[in-house]
């Protein structure tokens, strides 16, 4: 399996608190890593550093995409690079419809313009896999969704940019059982019909049921304390994190 994404050593911080210490992993081309570790074990920022989120500083060590150095990127850049990031809490942006917003991505990420009637037959399909009311494409993004529709949206995102690797940062939080199975419906549609890698992150183990999970990672305190196989997660649910502690 070509190499995809390769962290090296990478120390992170914000403000004047460490966050990340000498992290390194590696994600193959079509994978599924899984990421668990307890709150504030820096899960999240290690998905925001990857995408380039201007408030974390690297202080050592380096992201690489396919070989290339993208550390120092810019966050639209390194989306057109084809990386996707699905945030944990999707923003309200008002002024701006669902549709236009994927639409405009998609032509960004492409560099083509993109002919509407076909592009209005792709999102109706990609709608219909996640149980979307079609009158959601013209409303303003995320503005008045409900939690699980926000989150439908970041998945209809996902299958409409068809990125090299999606970073999934609890993606599941805050779903009821109906919602989170309609979510995990999208993350496989994507993998069968894109099969790009996926970096799962998450306290819950419902979104990984319909997933072939390659490796997982436990991550404590800013560093990944182990690895494993799927066998790794029904682990951590039967016993939790406190072995790890400390």
């Not at 990340?20 to 074990?41: D, F, K």
């Not at 049921?209 to 649910?237: F, P, Y």
């Amino acid at each position: 399996m070509a190499e995809l994404l390769k962290i090296e050593d990478l120390c992170v911080r914000v403000e004047e608190k460490e966050i990340l210490q000498g992290l390194s992993l590696t994600v193959g081309e079509g994978e599924t890593h899984v990421i668990m570790g307890p709150n504030g074990a820096g899960k999240s920022t290690l998905g925001a550093v990857v995408m380039r989120d201007p408030r974390y500083v690297v202080t050592r060590g380096r992201v690489l995409l396919e070989g290339e150095d993208i550390t120092a990127e810019s966050p639209d850049k390194v989306a057109k690079r084809g990386l996707f990031l699905s945030f944990q809490n999707p923003v309200e942006v008002p002024g701006i419809s669902l549709s236009n917003f994927i639409r405009t991505s998609l032509e960004n990420r492409t560099g083509k313009r993109i002919r509407i009637w076909d592009f209005k037959k792709e999102l109706e399909q990609a709608m219909e896999i996640l149980h979307m009311d079609p009158s959601y494409a013209e409303r303003d993004l995320n503005v008045g969704f409900s939690g699980g529709e926000k989150k439908k949206a970041e998945i209809l995102q996902l299958l409409m940019l068809r990125p090299k690797l999606a970073i999934l940062d609890e993606t599941d939080s805050g779903l009821d059982v109906d919602a989170v199975r309609i979510v995990s419906e999208g993350i496989e549609a994507y993998k069968r019909s894109v099969g790009g890698a996926l970096l799962v992150i998450t306290h819950s183990t419902k979104i990984l049921e319909s997933l072939q999970v390659d490796a997982t990672h436990v991550l404590v305190d800013g560093r990944i304390v182990r690895d494993g196989d799927a066998s790794l997660v029904e682990e951590i649910n039967a016993s939790g994190f406190e072995k790890y502690a400390g």
